[in-house]
């Protein structure tokens, strides 16, 4: 069963982002849809407007990581890159990976899944500062899309791209408040107007008003 939601842009958006959900740890409904709204209202403030589409939890999954180049073959890479996201939430995380860490992503990958999270850390996190589980994994996904976006995965001093969210981070995230920064959600804009890669990446998708937005 598929719970729908509608969320309402109320003005023509830059982009529509694409977003691929794997339900591959059996997140529940609510938790999944109320994470959905708080990434679509934090790229909502960038002009990115979201369709979620849900893939069988047993689908394949293909997950590869593209080393960084420099120069000509760096900038190939990133136009090469996914636009769209393809997103999984795994019940935990792999053995070794510190519970501090929520998820990673593949900011360079051409195909299959770019941002993973990891459940386990999530819902620890949502104890350890008591905020909603919802809540931090709708500022988790974020943060891993905006690598994808940024095409990138190095981190800022501040903001939500920062490498590590200690409590000032948490208590901004409960009052809605943890964003891109402006130097962030200007590169994010460049990136997707394509601006290195002539007309952009391969997989560019159409603006819309309003989006139904479809939760396993």
């Known amino acids: ?114 941002v993973t999270i990891f459940g386990d850390a999530v819902e620890s996190a949502s104890i350890r500062y008591q905020a909603s589980m919802s809540v931090i994994l709708g500022h988790a996904i974020a943060h891993e899309i905006g690598h994808v976006l940024l095409r990138s995965g190095t981190h800022s001093a501040g903001g939500l791209m920062s490498a590590s969210w200690t409590s000032r981070e948490y208590f901004w995230m409960k009052s809605r408040l943890l964003r891109f920064s402006r130097k962030d959600a200007e590169s994010i804009r460049l990136a997707l107007a394509g601006v290195e890669c002539g007309s952009g990446s391969g997989d560019r998708s159409r603006a819309v008003l309003t989006r139904r937005v479809a939760i396993p």
């Not at 069963?1 to 529940?28: C, H, K, P, S």
């Not at 709204?37 to 960038?46: D, P, Q, S």
Request: aromatic letters at 8%; proline letters at 5%; a positive charge.
């Open 1 to 114: 069963m598929r719970l729908f939601l509608w969320i309402f842009l109320g003005r023509a958006v830059a982009a529509d982002l694409q977003v691929m959900y794997f339900n591959t740890d059996g997140t529940e409904h609510r938790t999944m849809a109320a994470a959905a709204n708080t990434v679509a209202e934090i790229l909502r403030g960038l002009g990115i407007s979201l369709s979620w589409n849900e893939s069988p939890a047993e689908a394949e999954l293909l997950v590869s990581y593209v080393q960084p180049e420099k120069g000509a073959k760096g900038r190939e890479q990133k136009c090469r890159a996914l636009r769209s996201i393809h997103l999984r939430i795994l019940r935990a995380g792999p053995p070794g990976v510190s519970k501090f860490i929520l998820g990673y992503s593949n900011p360079l990958a051409p195909e299959g899944i770019n």
